[in-house]
């Protein structure tokens, strides 16, 4: 492989070398950004002012300041003013505690035309920010496909044509590794992060990034994804092939903390937590997110057959129980040095069935919760092996496994009700359960060609085409079509939760579950009784959530693992020692003491500066924040009879409506309306307490409150008052 890798990096052509001074990172932070423009090749530092760390903190934040100054309020995804950024924050790039190092990714969606932001694990952020930038910021589009190389040992960065290697990211990420590690070794391959996409990144608009490392138990290349908002697309449509950066010289306190004493003290107490009761709760150290199949099934909200139902029959074949069987736990499978949780599972030596790599024994990074319920149960398939093989080409494609799995499921509800047949989806038979149709669907994105070009565009795309093209009624595809923003809904069902209904439709990038995940608060522990309460909860949790996010962090180790007595504090949900441990770090390493109020206010001010980049790009308005109204409410006969007797109760019993008499038909028109009443009203709650106008953006007053308050975003925010 060596070799092979020299013959190919032989072919590279430098078209820019940019030189800087190496400097140790000061207490989390770098004080500079690192600038690439990819049509005028320019490269540049750019300084971080103390003004930019109060106000944006680092990570997210630095990501969105910077596509605030780069856009304005015409930029399209594909325009050469859009940008790809990515950064790790400051506390990001840790050892001592689980879940710290992890990339940020912003960018200007194709699919929502407003800003995404996917947290992903690898080993890119951490090295970038250790070879000397809080942030990497890309501009412009190359004209051939170039890698982006950022050498943290020498202090250089070049943009090189490079064409030679594959696209598709399973091959590619093995290549560069091979091409840029100094030596045959594990500690060499070791020092490289590669970013990558796909075939499916070039043709469909729900294109994600692999960020690839190399995993020393596994002696292999790994994969985690920053899956959601077609970065992936966006990259490929800048022509990166990839990016590179290599850092040697890792030893664990890179970060320079204030306080390492204290850093250990607070790492060392969390990573005994997960040993002792990782367990005994979720183990996810044994099957990863997996364990949350059989929960949902249970409780009736795991969306099956386009967030339809919430129950599948064979939901045991797909769930905890039978990852169990064939994730290789033989290794510990963190997705960045120090994870004691390492839930990132693989399937390994798994034989494909279709596709360009048919017959190939390959590694499956996952799969997790997200994809084995939107390619699986929400399309009616549980079969393990043809999730596997879903999960295995979205990745090595660059395709979002979760748009992916609700745009899919939307096609299969579209066949049912005649919207589609084989003719209009060029031979391919959209049955439920029919994961051979995913399949060439999928491979069809990848190839360009066929139905998957249309497919492939996403959910919102595909209500306009089959209006316009198909004469479909398009107030029926609104109701059925799973995105809200133009973004596709990931995989809980929302109807029945008041709370999370909100948590989805509310969520500033879309229907993303990272922002709230509200549903089993609402719906299993019964936490939220009042409009009210939910309000709170929709005002905490999404702020608490963007944390991660500013530092550089994964959210799992705050409460997927809970101290001891957890239950007993005064609201578990929280898992208020956590947040304390978090604060420590930050205040450990940065040698700043903030308290919990900051702390909120760091989060508060990104939350609401990302909500206003957002209206600067179209869509940050109360009309945004409806969705499609299967996310509120039951839209169909059959899902109102699947339920009959419990919408009956409710209409009864919350509504003051006797059912008796009323035809189905009459019940379902009823409890539409109730549920809209009932929303409005969460969306007045809701907006009020983040301090916002009933139209939904934020208040002047808050901005100045929160020290939001530079000139031009207020004169913005003013606007829309
Ligand atoms: S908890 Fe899982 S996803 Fe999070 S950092 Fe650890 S291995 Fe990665």
């Not at 598709?168 to 970013?195: C, G, P, R, W």
Request: glycine share 10%; net charge negative; hydrophobic share 30%.
């Amino acid at each position: 492989m060596k070799e092979k890798a020299k013959k190919m990096k032989e072919k590279h052509k430098i078209l820019k070398t940019w030189e800087y001074e190496k400097k140790p990172v000061d207490k989390g932070y770098n004080n500079r950004t690192l600038y690439v423009n990819l049509s005028t090749k320019e490269i540049k530092e750019k300084p971080v002012t103390k003004e930019m760390k109060k106000m944006f903190t680092g990570g997210k934040g630095f990501d969105l300041k910077l596509l605030w100054d780069a856009v304005d309020e015409n930029t399209k995804w594909n325009d050469p003013e859009n940008e790809i950024n990515i950064a790790a924050g400051p506390v990001g790039g840790i050892t001592q505690y689980p879940g710290t190092g992890k990339s940020i990714v912003t960018t200007v969606s194709p699919t929502t035309s407003i800003p995404i932001d996917s947290n992903v694990g690898g080993y890119f952020g951490p090295y970038l920010k250790f070879s000397g930038f809080d942030a990497l910021e890309v501009q412009g589009k190359a004209e051939k496909d170039v890698i982006l190389y950022i050498d943290g040992d020498n202090g250089k960065v070049e943009i090189m044509e490079a064409p030679e290697e594959e696209i598709n990211s399973h091959i590619l990420a093995e290549q560069l590794i091979y091409e840029f590690a100094d030596e045959d070794t594990d500690m060499s391959k070791k020092s490289v992060a590669t970013v990558s996409a796909g075939k499916g990144s070039e043709n469909a608009w729900i294109g994600c990034l692999n960020f690839g490392f190399w995993d020393i138990p596994r002696k292999g290349v790994r994969l985690k994804q920053a899956g959601r908002g077609g970065t992936g697309t966006v990259f490929r449509d800048k022509n990166i092939k990839a990016m590179v950066c290599k850092f040697s010289d890792l030893h664990g306190m890179e970060n320079n903390p204030a306080d390492p004493e204290k850093l250990r003290e607070v790492g060392q107490k969390m990573q005994q937590e997960v040993i002792n009761n990782d367990p005994k709760q979720n183990r996810m150290r044994k099957v990863g997110t997996a364990h949350i199949v059989p929960i949902m099934n249970e409780y009736d909200l795991l969306p099956t057959h386009n967030f339809k139902y919430g129950q599948i029959d064979g939901a045991e074949n797909c769930g905890e129980e039978a990852y169990e069987e064939v994730f290789e736990d033989s290794k510990p499978d963190g997705c960045w040095f120090g994870c004691t949780i390492a839930c990132a599972h693989t399937i390994e030596d798994f034989e494909l069935r279709t596709g360009p790599y048919k017959g190939d024994r390959v590694r499956v990074d996952g799969p997790e919760y997200e994809t084995i319920a939107g390619v699986g149960p929400n399309c009616g398939i549980t079969d393990r092996e043809a999730i596997a093989e879903m999960n295995f080409y979205c990745d090595t494609y660059g395709l979002d496994t979760i748009s992916f799995g609700t745009l899919t499921a939307f096609i299969m509800d579209c066949w049912e009700n005649g919207i589609l047949d084989e003719e209009k989806t060029d031979g391919l038979s959209f049955e439920w359960g029919n994961w051979k149709a995913s399949l060439e669907l999928m491979h069809q994105m990848a190839r360009g060609e066929g139905f998957g070009l249309i497919a492939g565009k996403g959910v919102l795309y595909m209500k306009e085409y089959f209006e316009k093209n198909f004469g479909a009624d398009r107030e029926f595809l609104d109701k059925i079509g799973m995105e809200c923003k133009g973004l596709e809904y990931s995989q809980y069902m929302s109807k029945e939760s008041t709370a999370q209904k909100g948590g989805y439709n509310f969520a500033i990038k879309g229907p993303q579950h990272d922002e709230a995940w509200l549903i089993f608060m609402d719906m299993v522990q019964k936490r939220l009784p009042t409009h009210k309460d939910k309000a709170e909860a929709l005002y905490y949790f999404p702020l608490w959530r963007t944390w991660f996010s500013l530092h550089g962090l994964c959210k799992l180790p705050w409460n997927d693992v809970e101290p001891v007595g957890n239950d007993k504090t005064e609201d578990p949900a929280k898992v208020e020692e956590h947040v304390t441990n978090y604060r420590e770090l930050y205040n450990s390493i940065t040698g700043e003491n903030i308290d919990k109020e900051e702390q909120m206010l760091q989060i508060e001010r990104v939350y609401n500066f990302q909500r206003l980049l957002s209206l600067k790009l179209g869509k940050g308005q109360r009309k945004d924040d409806y969705g499609a109204l299967r996310s509120i409410s039951p839209v169909t006969v059959d899902e109102y009879k699947s339920r009959e007797e419990r919408y009956d109760k409710q209409l009864k019993e919350e509504h003051g409506i006797d059912p008796e008499g009323l035809s189905v038909e009459e019940k379902l028109e009823k409890t539409i309306d109730k549920r809209m009443e009932s929303y409005e009203e969460l969306m007045d709650e809701t907006y009020s307490r983040k301090g916002w106008t009933n139209n939904g953006v934020p208040k002047v007053e808050t901005l100045k409150k929160i020290g939001l308050d530079r000139s031009d975003i207020i004169e913005f925010a003013k606007k829309y008052q």
